[in-house]
């Protein structure tokens, strides 16, 4: 039984009755409002404050707060639940996950496509000639990373504790190219005047886009919080299978991503 909204936890089993069985206790965690915290510093306040109140200074340093909290907050809620009592359902869950996520994917593709086919013509005014190197590369990295971190499965498996970080940080470091090839291309076409609110296809754009890339940092705080008890040490498999799977969505989304807002 669990109370996620106050970061609370049971710990301990109920009698057929329903009544706490003696011993059991509740324990709380920091974690979910870290998280929340981060979100909403990263989100909604870094939004409202470039694209409704034109403070870019308060932006930033509203994302400059709110991804790393982010990021600390998956990392410790992570390592927190490796130190748990028993490997819960983190494996089971994981499914269920995405596909409330590939919903959302799917809510904005098809807002998208609507938008496209029904257009008079596209791309609409104020458009510039999407890149096909740097998506071309970005792709081969994704990609590549998902190989790396199925061959840090492998090792795990094996009980190879040097190739399992290896391969792991080969994955990380895959994951952060990706991020900041995303950024640099941000850069660039924000310079050519593709900005946010350019046109129609401009806000399609950096809403999918940066709405994966917020997966790909959340995948790489998942990552961090497999890696680190590892450097002492200490792994959990579901928790290494469940990044797997979310990894390898993130990567299959960006197929999706890349194929319809560039070479489309």
Do not use: C
Not at 4 to 30: F, K, M, N, V, Y
Not at 62 to 71: D, H, M, R
Not at 141 to 161: D, G, K, N
């Amino acid at each position: 039984m669990t109370a996620i909204a106050t970061g609370r936890t049971l710990r301990g089993l109920e009698t057929a009755a329903g009544d706490l069985a003696p011993g059991a206790q509740w324990e709380t965690s920091p974690w979910p409002l870290t998280v929340a915290g981060g979100i909403l510093f990263a989100l909604p306040l870094a939004f409202s404050f470039h694209f409704v109140y034109h403070k870019p200074m308060l932006a930033v340093f509203s994302l400059g707060v709110g991804v790393p909290l982010t990021v600390w907050g998956v990392v410790g809620w992570t390592r927190e639940a490796i130190a748990g009592h028993g490997e819960g359902f983190v494996v089971g869950a994981m499914p269920w996950f995405i596909v409330a996520e590939a919903l959302i994917f799917l809510a904005f593709f098809a807002a998208y496509w609507f938008m496209r086919l029904t257009a008079p013509a596209w791309p609409p005014a104020g458009s510039v000639p999407m890149p096909q190197l740097v998506p071309a590369l970005m792709t081969a990295i994704l990609l590549a990373s998902s190989l790396t971190y199925h061959a840090a499965e492998l090792a795990h498996e094996r009980r190879e504790p040097g190739p399992f970080l290896g391969w792991l940080l080969a994955s990380i470091a895959l994951g952060a190219a990706f991020l900041g090839l995303s950024a640099y291309e941000w850069r660039e076409l924000m310079q050519a005047g593709f900005g946010f609110g350019a046109n129609a296809y401009s806000t399609a754009f950096y809403s999918i886009t940066g709405f994966h890339a917020a997966h790909v940092l959340a995948g790489l705080g998942i990552f961090f919080a497999v890696l680190l008890p590892a450097l002492a040490g200490r792994t959990n498999r579901p928790l290494i299978t469940a990044a797997g799977i979310y990894w390898h969505f993130v990567d299959i989304v960006w197929l999706f991503v890349v194929t319809q807002l560039y070479f489309w």
